[in-house]
């Protein structure tokens, strides 16, 4: 495809809520080299040295990889209540280990933070977020910082993205777990600030709750940040504002890139850019309730997943640009924002597409990405142009 054409192409496949960006073609040719293989659907990432990173497995365990020999160590002491090996036999589940974070006084500490999707046999699962301690390859003095009841039978949406604010709070990220609108209560479960699920939560990082979150009301659910979430996995600090940005999975289209407001509502089950699965659905209407609109949506889908700011030298043009990763086009987006507004937009990797599950960066600022494949890879994305 001609890089006229790709313009073309490029004008149609994203809207801004804010104002129309300007659609671009990067001068940078980045290029793939995948550094490990073998890993059972990866699902973050997190550097404990620029060689050794902790990687979770959704269809597997808690690993440390070195990066130099490939050496990979499972680490022991994972809570008992994972879900089990059903997700590898039907892909219609989603549980497993999600997200592996580490503390920001982690070199003093050692705390390491897990989002899974957590078992009650005879029940169903939940999303479960806990703090460990991560000493000689074992997990240790494990506490649950966040458990988003009800544990139920359906297996979709859990959510479990987290990160560290700079105000160093832990923002996470729980799904509303429903697959088809159809079956949305009178209330819908993301917009009943009783109910745990499809809220993002701002916690203190032994899980108490910060006196400076927003009040939802002596009824709500504490800790609450945001409601109105679907499916949000991906969430990142913009490391020069502060400003905290998410990705959200829409049903029939409607993914978004959204920044992260306290108190905001942004408005799911109500309102999407997308469609529903169930079509019969309509849904209520709240009264006096304020929506917030997203910065980005695609009116195709993209199953937008684990985001980051980059912040390295490799690729000057990219310098603190958002990148976006996506599930069901296998594509890698890059956003350049000012002023907290999308301006410009890439899709990346066009001729080379593969399920791809998040996007991180090394100390050294090395630029990485983690597929998500039964032969799931962590790949190294380099500048080609250099």
Known sequence: MNKL???????????????????????????KEAIVDSLKHPWSMAFISEEEVLVSEKDGDLLKVNLSTKKKTVIKGFPRDLTDSIRVVWRGDNSGIFEVVLDPDYKHNNYVYLSYAAKREGIGSATKVVRATL?????????TILEAGPYLREYHHYGGGMTFGIDRKLYITMGERLFKEIDEPEMPIAQDLKDKRGKIYRLNPDGSIPKNNPDFGPDAVPGMYAVGIRAAQGIAVEP????????????????????????????WPIITTGGYRSREYIPPTIEGAVYTDPQWYWPHTVAP????????????????????PGLSKGSLWRFSIKNDTIKSAEELFIDDRVRSRKVIQSPDGKLYMLTDEDDGKIVRIKNNTL
């Open 135 to 143: 000493k000689n390859d074992s997990l240790t003095q494990i506490k």
């Open 240 to 267: 020069h504002t502060g400003t905290i940005w998410f990705s959200e999975h829409g049903t029939r289209q409607g993914d978004e890139v959204n920044k992260l407001k306290a108190g905001a509502n942004y408005g």
């Open 305 to 324: 997943t684990g985001l980051m700011f980059y912040t390295g030298d490799e690729f000057p043009e990219w310098k603190n640009d958002l990148l976006v």
């Open 5 to 31: 054409l790709f313009l073309l192409v490029l004008i149609v496949i994203g809207c801004s809520k804010a104002e129309k960006p300007i659609q671009v073609i990067s001068k940078t040719n980045p290029i």
